[in-house]
C-alpha cells in the first residue's frame, strides 16, 4: 500500500515560481512510476508530468515542457514539480500519482495510476 501527501500550493502571480511535493510511504514507493496532474472547476482531469522509478526518464504535457520539471528523491520517497513562469491557466488542484508495478501503463492516462494523493491547490493570478 501506497499513501501520497502532497504540499507546497498556494496563490502566487503570473511569472512566479512554486515547488510542489509529494511525500510517499510504503515499500515499493521508490521503484514505482510516478505521476503530476491537474484539475481545475469543471475539467477533467489533466496529465502534466511523469517520471520513472529511477527518474532517468521524465515526459511532459506540451502545455508545460520547458516551464515545469518532474524529479524524485527516492531516498525521501518524494517527488516534486518545479513550477517556474506560472500562468493563470496553471490554475488547478494538484495531485500526485503512483502505477502499481504490476500493472504499468502510459504515464499520459489516469487510469494507469493505482494510488492518489489528496492534492495542493496552486492558484495563479494575474
Known amino acids: 500500500q501506497v499513501q501520497l501527501v502532497e504540499s507546497g500550493g498556494g496563490l502566487v502571480q503570473a511569472g512566479d515560481s512554486l515547488r510542489l511535493s509529494c511525500a510517499g510511504s510504503?515499500?515499493?514507493?521508490?521503484?514505482?512510476?510516478m505521476g503530476w496532474f491537474r484539475q481545475a472547476p469543471g475539467k477533467e482531469r489533466e496529465f502534466v508530468a511523469g517520471?520513472?522509478?529511477?527518474?532517468?526518464?521524465?515526459t511532459y504535457s506540451d502545455s508545460v515542457k520547458g516551464r515545469f520539471t518532474i524529479s524524485r528523491d527516492n531516498a525521501k520517497k518524494t517527488v516534486y514539480l518545479q513550477m517556474n513562469s506560472l500562468k493563470v491557466e496553471d490554475t488547478a488542484n494538484y495531485y500526485c500519482?503512483?502505477?502499481?508495478?504490476?500493472?504499468?501503463?502510459?504515464?499520459?492516462?489516469?487510469?494507469?495510476?493505482?494510488?492518489w494523493g489528496q492534492g495542493t491547490q496552486v492558484t495563479v493570478s494575474s
Open positions: 517520471i520513472s522509478w529511477s527518474g532517468t526518464y521524465t
Open positions: 500519482a503512483a502505477q502499481e508495478n504490476s500493472k504499468l501503463g502510459a504515464y499520459k492516462l489516469p487510469a494507469s495510476y493505482v494510488y
Open positions: 510504503g515499500p515499493t514507493f521508490s521503484s514505482q512510476r
